[in-house]
């Protein structure tokens, strides 16, 4: 059983638990266990399961090793310590483990000071793809006993013939860092890698998992521990200390009037905002949500308050290793005053104190919001202090929900991908390597795995199939069969000399990052893009590069061709890619605040002289009961302000505010009037509008015969038509109609097919499945060769089944990781249900809660000025028609 | 069937023609024993181009009964060598039309891809022509070249590999394999096939720089006034001249 452990231990007898040295060490360095430690020492130590969740400062990672170390010093001191592997670290990340490798050296050198030569030494090895041979040699001669490895790595352990063998003595395993593991694949390949683990020891072992918070708690619980084979998950206790540490934050708009401000007065206040921050702390973090926003807030930082090298630093993806290195070193030594980051330092690298964590622009989840505010304030007595800036109002509202949601501790949820079949097959080959299994067996192993407990016997069979080359004549199965396969046994073994060389090559889940030349018209190189944002475009779409907009065409292997598209307003910003969708569950608390709000304010428009106010430029400021409700969620003055007028410019523009229930469907145009808008005020997050926008656009264009474009955000999305089109209200209902009674999967699946994101997609998938290989007998082959062979195979696999394992798994990720389509199935049988209404109404100009979306393509990081003249213009559209009405 | 000349016929979506007066098939870039190739480098691309190669000329056969086969060119496809798959596959298309289709004469042109493969046509029993060869009044010649002869009314070419590629309403981009047909500047006729390669999707002639790909595009020859004959669901597509499809988006 998965349930929350909810006492704690007292002092003594956590203490207590610890053998006698590891607790002498202990108290004279620490005194008293941190929360966590206050449930694990004894946990651990009696060998429970445990998942511990608890922010920067909460010693995690002692609350698992204190105990971990006890029992190895118990063995050491009785004598019987052996040069075999007890317990398995497993980070995603490489620097992590040097850290881990030194924290645990420290007390071990310490202890050993005082113990002379009588006992044992406990040794520690760190065993990553920068391991040197030399050191692999060793550590097969003597393996440690504390083995600190990634998740890549332990999978190529558990298949290399000799090392295996000293795996099976471990008796604990901790997963650090287990919020960045468990909702993608490579924490899929990971739950895998631990099922077969489980199996060569030949009984289950302690796991220990640590991270930031995350939601569903029992969701990642199951995950660390999997199922047993009574078909039950694995007992386990939850340890959730995220809450213990108190938290300050609120959202801030750093200017009173954020529409009628000038640029530059926006841009002066946001680093001045910045500024008095930094000055106020010894040290500040600072992320930006994309590389290029990093860039420019260190470069402003610098200009506008000559910060030199030594006091601000950036710190992201894009920034060679070294780079890095250098910047957590100046954190961890308390020299910079201030680090900005896109999501690089999210995870648990120890950089030292930080004392501020400013988030500018939205983190677009409330967890994540908890998990980067969460870096601050060093010590677990600390108060974790962060702000959160926003310069739009959509984002004013946005950040405001989600804060208030962090203080209730409303958190939005995660989800594992299920029955990922390409992440699968790796490990069927990897088993198969290892030796004859039962195909049962087999199977029973593999649904042991949280991701794949609900796996269909069916799926298996299908990928034993086409692992063992069932796709191609017998004659061919020499080169094609990963596996051997009898059907009559019921038996899967090793195949071919090269599968095992194969295996070593290819493995790991994580897809090469490239850029994509970017050509014009006669093959004029433009610059480039990188791939993930390739694969989100459309032809037709039209995007900046290099300060020019373009219309994209097509695309062939790693090249893009576009044309030049000077008149016409982008559709889709450049960090597109880059930016995390809005979480559902924020998503539906926004809405039902849209609600609440607009009712009050509704209210309190009638009841007082608020439209005078609002058009006389006096602010209104509200009533009693919206300023109770605001003032009861952690913002500033502006952000207050700001959210009273934008409802209460949408109620008086547009007489509706969209909500969780409501979705607004707005028919407008552009203030050219060269193209109609069909604006849906659907608030359900970028995943689920990315499946409705299309099935609304398929239906559109034949509906009313036109081409359709799009433009996708959060918030909702618009439909594009060319302005001579005329659409009637009944045109609309009709369209809705239509499009919640259709058959989505069947639209989307077919609309997916010819798309960049099925081209890119399913190379990755292909690739995961050793389909398409990176590198074969030594040689490395390139993305675009592999892009191109991809794309071949991609053709020929539809011809021999649309259920191919590696056809299905794009499907499946596509719609379900990257778009959100079982939602949006809901919304729209929701819609059918009347359990959601829509209402459409018809505007002269986009009303203001439409502003973001339709401009949402000029959007960039710290806002483009094309952009904010644009919004303004479409704001002064709403105010003159407004005081027409009322005034 | 569709009659592009008197004399010239195109069967209902096969990539390939029938000339009458010389009672034969025309086929082109069948780059056989690709998989193969494919799966030696590392991309296990499934077995199809040969399975779905047979069934077309099965039903070329049918529909013609031609006792002779041309192919312009690129019958397979590594440049470097003769790989084994490539020789299984071509030794057994050879026997294919030999004994299923009672084909009695087997023409190559040899393309770019078809080096080394000299050495079997005495065992296997074929003719073979480097680049170009007049036959009637046709010049068959591979087109990675200029054509040199000056003879013939009508030339036939492969290599190109044409294709159209349209866009949906969503704007989603599909390629469709053509024909194309049209007039050198010395006023013969000119028709160039598409791939029989089940793989080969096509060059977009109507987006692409050709003269890149195919010299005659550069001296000899305007695309945009040829016409594509493009391959549908069991039928031929007139989709006028590719000027035209240009602008069409």
Redesign the interface.
């Known amino acids: 059983m998965i349930e929350y452990y909810k006492k704690p231990f007292s002092r003594d007898e956590s203490l207590g638990s610890l053998n006698f040295y590891i607790r002498d060490w202990f108290e004279k360095r620490y005194r008293n266990p941190t929360p966590p430690q206050l449930y694990s020492f004894k946990l651990i130590r009696e060998k429970r399961n445990l998942l511990i969740t608890a922010p920067t400062g909460s010693g995690k990672t002692f609350s698992a090793f204190m105990a971990i170390l006890s029992d190895l010093m118990d063995i050491a001191e009785a004598g019987k310590l052996e040069d075999k592997i007890y317990c398995v670290y497993i980070s995603p990340l490489r620097a992590l483990n040097n850290d881990i490798y030194r924290n645990l050296n420290e007390p071990l050198d310490e202890i050993y000071k005082k113990l002379g030569g009588s006992v044992k030494r406990i040794s520690v090895a760190i065993r990553t793809g920068d391991t040197p041979q030399a050191e692999r040699q060793r550590m097969l001669r003597k393996p440690p006993n504390i083995l600190v490895t990634t998740p890549e790595s332990l999978a190529i352990l558990l298949n290399a013939q000799k090392f295996s063998e000293n795996l099976k003595s471990v008796r604990y395993v901790v997963i650090d860092e287990i919020h960045e593991l468990a909702n993608n694949k490579r924490g899929v390949h990971l739950s895998l890698s631990l099922e077969r683990l489980a199996d060569l020891v030949g009984s289950d072992f302690t796991r220990v998992g640590l991270g930031a918070t995350l939601h569903p708690l029992e969701t990642a619980a199951g995950f660390l521990v999997g199922y047993g084979d009574d078909g039950k998950e694995r007992d386990c206790y939850i340890i959730d200390a995220t809450w213990d540490k108190k938290m300050d934050y609120q959202t801030m708009c750093p200017v009173s009037d954020i529409v009628n401000a000038s640029d530059d007065k926006i841009d002066e206040s946001i680093y001045k905002t910045l500024n008095s921050i930094i000055k106020k702390n010894r040290t500040t973090l600072i992320f930006t949500n994309t590389r290029s926003g990093t860039e420019r807030v260190v470069y402003n930082l610098m200009k506008r308050f000559k910060y030199g090298e030594e006091h601000v630093a950036a710190h992201h993806g894009s920034l060679s290793r070294e780079s890095r290195l250098d910047v957590e070193e100046m954190l961890k030594r308390g020299k910079l005053k201030c680090v900005v980051s896109s999501t690089s330092l999210e995870l648990g690298i120890d950089i030292g104190s930080i004392d501020d964590v400013v988030q500018l622009g939205s983190p677009k989840s409330v967890t994540r919001a908890i998990q980067r505010i969460g870096r601050s304030g060093h010590r677990f007595s600390d108060v974790a202090k962060g702000e959160i800036v926003a310069i739009n109002r959509d984002d004013l509202v946005e950040c405001a929900v989600m804060l208030d949601s962090a203080k209730k501790r409303k958190l939005d949820s995660f989800t594992i991908p299920r029955n990922a079949l390409d992440v699968l097959a790796q490990h069927i080959v990897g088993m198969a390597l290892m030796k004859k299994w039962k195909i049962d067996d087999a199977f029973a192993l593999v649904r042991r795995a949280y991701s794949y407990h609900a796996l269909d016997k069916k799926d298996f069979m299908m990928l034993i199939e086409y692992l063992s080359g069932s796709?191609?004549?017998l004659e061919?199965r020499r080169?094609?069969a990963k596996i051997w396969y009898d059907a009559n046994e019921g038996a899967i073994g090793r195949r071919g000399r090269l599968t095992r060389l194969?295996y070593f090559l290819n493995i790991g889940t994580i897809p090469d990052e490239v850029s994509v030349n970017v050509y014009g018209e006669k093959?004029k190189w433009i610059g480039s893009i990188q791939e993930e944002f390739l694969s989100r475009l459309?032809?037709?779409d039209i995007f900046v590069l290099g300060g020019r907009l373009y219309r994209f065409?097509?695309s062939r292997e790693m090249k893009a061709?576009v044309t030049r598209a000077d008149t016409k307003i982008p559709t889709i910003p450049p960090w597109f890619s880059e930016q995390l969708p809005l979480t559902y569950e924020l998503a539906l608390e926004i809405g039902r605040f849209r609600h609440d709000l607009a009712d009050a304010i509704g209210k309190e428009l009638r009841e007082t002289k608020g439209i005078t106010a609002l058009l006389k430029n006096r602010k209104f400021t509200g009533g009693k009961t919206t300023q109770e409700m605001l003032d009861a969620m952690p913002m500033d003055k502006n952000t207050k302000s700001s959210i009273i007028s934008y409802f209460a410019e949408q109620l008086l523009f547009a007489k509706h505010v969209p909500n969780d229930k409501l979705i607004l469907i707005e028919k407008t145009n552009d203030e050219k009037g060269e193209r109609n808008y069909l604006v849906f005020h659907s608030l359900y997050g970028r995943r689920l509008n990315d499946a409705l926008s299309?099935l609304f656009?398929?239906e559109a264009?034949?509906l009313f015969e036109?081409?359709?474009?799009m433009m996708i955000n959060d918030n909702g999305f618009v439909l594009v038509t060319d302005s001579s089109l005329k659409i009637s209200k009944e045109d609309i209902s009709r369209l809705v109609a239509n499009v919640a009674s259709s058959d989505a999967t069947r639209i989307i699946r077919a609309?997916v097919?010819?798309?960049e994101m099925m081209k890119r997609r399913f190379r990755h998938a292909a690739v995961r499945s050793?389909?398409?290989?990176r590198?074969?007998?030594g040689?490395q082959?390139s993305v675009k060769?592999?892009q191109i062979?991809?794309e071949?195979?991609m053709?020929?696999?539809e011809?021999?089944s649309p259920d191919f394992p590696v056809l299905k798994e794009t499907y499946r990720e596509i719609m379900e990781d990257v778009m959100d389509l079982p939602r949006a199935k809901e919304i729209l049988k929701k819609l059918k249900d009347g359990e959601i209404a829509y209402q459409i109404i018809e505007t002269q100009v986009p009303s203001p809660f439409s502003h973001v979306m339709v401009t949402f393509g000029e959007a960039d990081v710290v806002m483009m000025k094309d952009r904010r003249r644009h919004l303004r213009e479409l704001h002064k559209h709403v105010m003159q028609q407004i005081s027409k009405r009322y005034g | 069937m569709m009659r592009l000349t008197g004399d010239v016929e195109l069967a209902e979506g096969l990539p390939l023609l029938y000339i009458k007066s010389l009672d034969t098939i025309v086929c082109s870039d069948l780059h056989l024993g690709y998989?193969?190739v494919?799966?030696?480098?590392?991309?296990?691309?499934?077995?199809?181009n040969f399975r779905k190669i047979k069934e077309m000329m099965m039903k070329a056969s049918k529909a013609f009964g031609a006792k002779t086969v041309i192919v312009v060119g690129d019958i397979k496809n590594e440049f470097a060598d003769v790989h084994v798959?490539e020789f299984n596959e071509f030794r057994e298309f050879i026997g294919f039309l030999r004994k299923e289709l009672g084909i009695g004469r087997i023409i190559l042109i040899k393309g770019n891809h078809d080096n080394f493969i000299d050495r079997f046509r005495q065992a296997l029993g074929f003719e073979i022509f480097a680049q170009e060869t007049l036959l009637g009044d046709y010049l068959f010649f591979h087109g990675e070249e200029l054509p040199k002869g000056k003879g013939g009314k009508t030339l036939v070419m492969g290599h190109l590999h044409p294709a159209i590629?349209v866009?949906n309403?969503?704007?989603?981009?599909?390629k469709i394999k053509c024909f194309l047909y049209g007039q050198i500047d010395d006023g013969r006729n000119i028709v160039i096939l598409p791939a029989m390669n089940?793989?080969a999707?096509g060059v977009?002639v109507n987006?692409e720089?050709l003269e890149k790909m195919a010299p005659i595009f550069d001296s000899m020859l305007d695309v945009d006034e040829m016409k594509a004959l493009c391959l549908g669901e069991d039928e031929i597509l007139d989709f006028g001249k590719v000027g035209k499809l240009r602008k069409l988006r």
């Open positions: 796709y191609v004549g061919s080169v094609y194969i093959n459309k032809p037709g065409d097509h061709f299309r656009a398929i264009s034949d036109t081409d359709v474009g609309n097919r010819r798309t050793f389909m398409v290989l590198n074969y007998k040689r082959i060769r592999q062979n991809s071949l195979v053709r020929a696999a011809e021999i | 998989e193969g494919m799966a030696s480098r590392g991309s296990f691309v499934p077995k199809l798959e590629a866009y309403k969503v704007g989603v981009k599909e089940y793989f999707e977009d987006q720089h």
